[in-house]
């Protein structure tokens, strides 16, 4: 996966040029330098103030002209995009290069016609349909749209209007099948190619005008793009929206031969919506919404009524329990703990103990979000258990992208035999009752997502002096499968705490961690071992020495849902610096400091005895002022 490069694009005068693409679309420039781009990123200028590419090209898994279209009633068809120079008007000019036999072309209808309106043809009649003179070998249509007032953060989609009508052709060939169209006028299919002159970027249908920035990463060959208007500002960064996006394709293997394009809204709300290969999210979304998007684009199958709420419940168990890592998508270990710990309440979220997934007519408010992405917990578990962790939810997902329309809509049958390949009839079986009747599955265990970290050889009391340091291990993947790349230490020394975050460095599964409460120069030491791993502070402080006569060590598991504690070590001091106020245990009692004047008072009293005690007083006095004197 290639690293993201951001453009701006903005108003840079009037300039016409032309280009066709016949494959993918250009991605519009980067800022820095051409060099820093690997080489499955595309990258151009800044002041680009054209783009072009062929309408088979943008989508090629639904192109403008189905496989299932004739040639013969195909017209190829160039559409130039402009805005006007100094107005809110947009103009797109459709021509037609007719196959040398038509004999009638009719353009009957234009769609959107809200807004849009025909302002000049060539080589048409008027009348109620748009009629070819039979004469003009490329006859020309230009359609005007006026943009809204309001902008998204200054920047517009507009959609590029979509053209219906008829055509007849001549002569029919002799040999072969015949189609319809020789003998009578039938619908024809536009093959086009778009070109965009002064400022602007077709993308799956529209145009995109205003000032934006973009966000491009490669995901198994394919460019996921994300939009940003320039006056708008995200929860999340742009570089993170966008990481999250590529992750979520390569984790699920969407469909490689289409390009995606997410749109940021104005609007700090928690929303989104997605639609071919396009989606939109709001400003205001966390990273979820854009991993539950994505997921929708990535969809490549429709889905038959007992299976329906998969679309949703996938998304949603994708974007509310997984988070990016390494470039990927990897379960929330702190919530996966959270749901499946014996003492929780399961289920959570709404019940829906009414509800059956696969009758939608018996659905509540968000029942396949919720109880269907339940579900999927739970099956994602089950498979984990049934195939030692060879397969997981990501493997469904995939079969699920993978699967060929030319048979259908995906049906509950089908899902089941895609759970049937990945594990066996037991699993299916196992899931037939949540499908297709108002139960909830039980409560998963968390075993089935590997053990969670763990102290090695599950060490839990130490003890030794404060200057003394101490070594133990952390186990981040103590069972067969991978467990998290790291692990938080949050350590308790009373008024004293410090937080850090374990990482294993090397893929060995393996932390060994350095401590020492009191170091050589007052500090404390917190290392790892071993180079390869790191030990980072992420709360406190270790300039200071982190003691107390007991402290407590805890392994955490944090994701963005929160912490979790999975296991805990407890360290006595048997000795504290008297510089941070107790006193060692093995250290001998102080004896102050003796005063030669208090010793010499003493010497001259001890020698009196209690009859001359009167007597002896002055001369004791006397003695003192002597001592002082001399002193």
């Known amino acids: 996966m290639s690293r993201s490069y951001r453009s701006s694009v903005v108003v840079v005068g009037i300039c016409l040029a032309l280009a066709t693409m016949t494959l993918s679309p250009v991605v519009a420039g980067a800022s820095g330098p051409a060099t820093a781009a690997s080489a499955d990123t595309a990258i151009g200028s800044n002041t680009d103030s054209f783009e072009a590419v062929t309408g088979s090209g943008i989508e090629p898994r639904q192109p403008q002209v189905s496989a299932a279209v004739a040639e013969e009633r195909v017209v190829p068809t160039t559409i130039e995009i402009e805005r006007l120079n100094g107005t809110d008007g947009v103009q797109f000019t459709y021509t037609f290069d007719l196959p040398g036999d038509t004999t009638l072309f009719d353009v009957e209808s234009i ?68 189609d319809a169209v020789y003998n009578q006028p039938v619908g024809f299919h536009l093959d086009t190619s778009v070109r965009v002159s002064d400022e602007g970027r077709y993308v799956a249908g529209e145009v995109i005008l205003g000032e934006y920035s973009t966000y491009t990463e490669t995901a198994d060959g394919k460019n996921i793009t994300l939009f940003v208007p320039n006056e708008v500002d995200m929860a999340v960064s742009p570089e993170e929206a966008i990481t999250a996006a590529a992750a979520t394709d390569h984790t699920i293997e969407g469909d490689p031969h289409r390009d995606v394009y997410l749109f940021v809204l104005e609007g700090q709300i928690a929303a989104g919506g997605a639609s071919g ?125 993978q699967y060929d329309e030319r048979y259908g809509a995906l049906t509950y049958t089908d899902f089941r035999e895609i759970i049937v390949d990945l594990a ?125 006569e007991s402290i407590r060590v805890d392994l955490l598991l944090t994701d963005t849902s929160g912490s979790h504690r999975v296991s805990t070590m407890s360290i006595r001091l048997e000795s504290i610096p008297t510089a941070l106020g107790s006193t060692p245990t093995d250290a001998p009692a102080s004896t102050p400091e003796s005063d030669p004047v208090s010793e010499f008072v003493s010497e001259v009293s001890s020698d009196l005895s209690t009859t001359n005690l009167v007597v002896g007083i002055p001369f004791a006095l006397a003695a003192l002022l002597v001592a002082i004197k001399g002193r």
């Not at 769609?111 to 039979?134: C, I, K, N």
């Not at 002096?465 to 186990?475: H, L, V, W």
């Not at 790291?486 to 410090?498: H, P």
């Not at 990482?503 to 290392?527: I, W």
């Open 111 to 178: 769609s959107p016609d809200d807004g849009y309106s025909v302002v000049a043809t060539t080589g048409f009649e008027d009348g109620q349909q748009l009629s070819w003179d039979t004469e003009t070998t490329a006859p020309s249509i230009t359609v005007e749209h006026m943009l809204p007032n309001d902008t998204n953060g200054g920047m517009h989609r507009v959609d590029t209007p979509r053209v219906y009508g008829s055509i007849q052709r001549g002569d029919s060939p002799k040999d072969g099948h015949v």
């Open 424 to 548: 066996d009839e037991e699993t299916a079986s196992w899931l037939d009752p949540y499908v297709l009747t108002s139960q909830n599955p039980p409560q998963p265990n968390a075993s089935a997502f590997g053990p969670p970290p763990k102290f090695a050889d599950e060490t839990t009391d130490l003890s030794g002096d404060a200057s003394e340091a101490f070594e133990f291990a952390i186990n981040l993947s103590p069972g067969e499968q991978p467990g998290p790349a790291s692990v938080t230490l949050a350590i308790d020394a009373g008024e004293t705490t410090v937080e850090a975050v374990a990482t294993d460095g090397n893929d060995d599964g393996r932390v060994t961690v350095r401590f020492q409460p009191y170091g050589p120069n007052g500090e404390t030491v917190l290392e790892p071992t071993d180079p390869a791993d790191e030990v980072t502070v992420t709360e406190g402080t270790v300039a200071d020495p982190v003691v107390s």
């Open 277 to 401: 290969s396009t989606a939109v999210v709001h400003a205001g979304s966390p990273l979820g919404i854009y991993v539950h998007e994505t997921a929708h684009i990535n969809e490549g199958a429709t889905f038959g009524k007992k299976i329906a709420w998969f679309t949703e419940a996938s998304a949603t168990y994708y974007g509310k329990d997984f988070q990016v890592a390494d470039g990927e998508l990897r379960i929330k270990r702190a919530k996966l703990l959270e749901r499946t710990d014996p003492d929780g309440r399961w289920p959570r979220g709404g019940h829906h103990n009414n509800s059956t997934l696969a009758e939608p007519s018996t659905w509540g408010h968000k029942t396949d979000y919720q109880k269907g992405s339940r579900l999927l917990f739970a099956l994602d578990a089950k498979l984990r258990e049934a195939t030692d962790g060879e397969a997981t939810i990501h493997d469904v997902m995939r079969r699920v992208n």
